[in-house]
């Protein structure tokens, strides 16, 4: 499996910009996609994850903000990100967990029950 991430960037405070991850190497209907962050000196954090119903869940940071979504036609996970804040700079990273059975959802914030990773895409926001 390959997940391929694009679409960081450096930006203004207050901008927008839209995150993609390309997955190939398995059927990509059945699995759950998540992002996670990981700013300079800190650990890997989860921002948000979507079910292969649709079902999405984020960290509280960026309620409001941001927006998961999938395409799975294009076997691909976007993260819209809007009103960016200098607090968001960090490296994204794109996830795959094979088993979607989980009964709750919540277990997905935790990176140990991701399966497969992308190797980053850098987001750099300036006040």
């Known amino acids: 499996v390959q997940l391929q991430a694009s679409g960081g960037g450096s930006v203004q405070a207050g901008g927008s910009l839209r995150l993609s991850c390309e997955v190939s190497g398995r059927s990509f209907s059945a699995v759950s996609l998540g992002w996670f962050r990981q700013a300079p000196g800190k650990e890997r954090l989860f921002v948000a994850a979507?079910?292969?119903?649709?079902?999405?869940i984020y960290t509280d940071s960026v309620k409001g903000r941001f927006t998961i979504s999938r395409d799975d036609a294009k076997n691909t996970v976007y993260l819209q990100m809007n009103s960016l804040d200098p607090e968001d700079t960090a490296v994204y990273y794109c996830?795959?967990?094979?088993?979607?059975?989980?009964?709750?959802?919540?277990?997905?914030?935790?990176?140990?029950?991701?399966?497969?990773w992308g190797q980053g895409t850098k987001v750099t926001v300036s006040s």
């Open positions: 979507v079910r292969s119903r649709g079902g999405t």
């Open positions: 996830a795959v967990r094979t088993n979607d059975k989980c009964l709750n959802s919540d277990i997905l914030r935790y990176r140990h029950v991701w399966d497969y």
